[in-house]
């Protein structure tokens, strides 16, 4: 049961700059496109790999990143402590 939430997780690159430019999409995906994690990570990784200027991505990728884990560990413990208490 638990992996099916990671099945959204999936579609994120298909709805991000990866594989195209995000200029090139319909605007109602290219907003979405532009402000969503994979984005941004997929624009740092390429610019580091091309020795290009980072600039504000590799912030934006981190905290998403780091955003992300704390939604997680919160998750994670809340689901724990219920399952403690539960008695399961």
Same mark, same amino acid.
């Given at each position: 049961?638990? !992996? +099916?939430? !990671?099945?959204?997780?999936?579609?994120?690159?298909?709805? !991000?700059?990866?594989?195209?430019? %995000?200029?090139?999409?319909?605007?109602?995906? @290219? $907003?979405? +496109?532009? #402000? =969503?994690? $994979?984005? !941004?990570?997929? #624009?740092?990784?390429? #610019?580091?790999? &091309?020795? =290009?200027?980072?600039? %504000?991505?590799?912030?934006? &990728?981190? &905290?998403?990143?780091?955003?992300?884990?704390?939604? +997680?560990?919160?998750? &994670?413990? %809340?689901?724990?402590? @219920? #399952?403690?208490?539960?008695?399961?």
């Amino acid at each position: 049961g638990a !992996s +099916a939430f !990671s099945y959204p997780l999936i579609f994120l690159p298909f709805l !991000s700059s990866a594989f195209v430019p %995000t200029t090139t999409m319909p605007t109602v995906v @290219r $907003v979405f +496109a532009d #402000n =969503q994690p $994979v984005t !941004s990570i997929v #624009n740092a990784i390429r #610019n580091l790999f &091309a020795q =290009q200027p980072v600039g %504000t991505d590799i912030w934006i &990728a981190l &905290a998403w990143c780091i955003g992300i884990l704390i939604v +997680a560990y919160l998750f &994670a413990m %809340t689901t724990y402590r @219920r #399952n403690k208490e539960g008695g399961r």
